[in-house]
């Protein structure tokens, strides 16, 4: 597969018919490293699990931490019910208007409980959203990582908005 790493990036601004995507697949399953490089690009995610027999998914922004994600929360914000070695999914994705990618990740969550850890979180680069006093860190730990790109090749007619195609 050719080399089409800036088409990961949201702000792209080539399309399928540039020269570096000509001849790509309009879907294209990614290898373990490419989704663990977009992984280091800033987006949020989702965080799957179940709760008491039922879903749960909560929006997370999250950073890395070598071949680990972090995230946090503040007290009273979800996951509510989440706890070690609970199986998870977590999927990030980005796009533009000529190509998005999405990565999955199938693992397990641990709190992050170990003063020297939390010290070690809390220096990590995790954009903070929310206010909160009492900040709890949580570590996925993977165990399958697989990720997907979509190049656009659907165009709108002008008079229908971009935003509706199905």
Do not use: K
Request: hydrophobic letters at 35%; one cysteine or more; glycine letters at 8%.
């Amino acid at each position: 597969m050719r080399d089409v790493r800036d088409a990961a990036h949201p702000d792209v601004t080539f399309g399928p018919t540039h020269p570096r995507l000509a001849g790509l697949p309009t879907v294209s399953d990614l290898g373990r490293r490419e989704c663990w490089r977009l992984l280091r690009l800033p987006t949020f995610a989702r965080v799957a699990f179940a709760f008491e027999g039922q879903p749960r998914m909560t929006t997370v922004n999250y950073t890395l931490d070598g071949r680990s994600i972090v995230f946090r929360t503040v007290e009273g914000f979800p996951p509510h019910g989440m706890r070690d070695d609970m199986r998870i999914v977590f999927e990030a994705d980005a796009h533009n208007d000529r190509c998005a990618w999405c990565v999955t990740i199938m693992g397990s969550v641990r709190e992050v409980s170990e003063r020297a850890d939390i010290g070690r979180c809390a220096r990590l680069p995790l954009l903070r959203w929310v206010e909160g006093q009492d900040v709890t860190y949580f570590r996925v730990v993977p165990r399958s990582v697989t990720g997907r790109r979509y190049l656009r090749t659907y165009r709108p007619p002008l008079d229908e908005p971009s935003g509706t195609a199905q």
